[in-house]
């Protein structure tokens, strides 16, 4: 692959990301409206269960809990799931980067000349730093699905009960 073909890999993969990132922006403000209009609505609702409390609505009540409870533990159990999942990629990583050193380590100093030195140093350090920017948009791409995914029980939630309690 040539330079200008990761490039334009990269440049896509960074526009995905883009992509990622404005549509967690525009989820977490409709969950944000969402919630505003739940909060409104219940706050009315246990209003009216405290001018008269013959006709407080335990449904809606208990729900205030209980749908928080889950929503939050499902955003919490998929938060879990993915920084594991980064977890063990980036010990993956750095136990290649470790292997990958120690043969750098083991050419520079069996290198014959100074210059065979410096070249298998160069070698080393240019393949790190590709390696290094390639494993940085993965973990941002993953940290943005980890957003997302964090929030899509919690943006779910919010917007069916603000759906629900507008009627």
Do not use: C
């Amino acid at each position: 692959m040539t330079q200008f073909d990761k490039a334009i890999k990269t440049g896509r993969r960074l526009t995905r990301q883009a992509t990622s990132a404005a549509n967690a922006a525009l989820s977490g403000g409709e969950m944000l409206q969402a919630a505003g209009d739940v909060i409104n609505a219940r706050l009315g609702i246990m209003a009216a269960g405290m001018a008269d409390p013959r006709k407080v609505d335990l449904t809606e009540l208990s729900l205030m809990s209980t749908e928080k409870v889950e929503a939050l533990s499902a955003s919490a159990s998929a938060m879990a799931k993915t920084f594991g999942d980064i977890g063990g990629r980036v010990g993956s990583s750095a136990l290649t980067e470790a292997g990958l050193a120690s043969k750098a380590a083991a050419s520079i100093a069996s290198a014959t000349t100074p210059a065979a030195a410096l070249q298998a140093q160069y070698s080393y350090a240019v393949g790190w730093w590709s390696r290094a920017a390639g494993q940085m948009l993965t973990l941002n791409s993953e940290l943005l699905k980890a957003q997302a995914d964090a929030m899509r029980p919690i943006h779910k939630t919010a917007v069916a009960n603000a759906k629900r309690l507008k009627k």
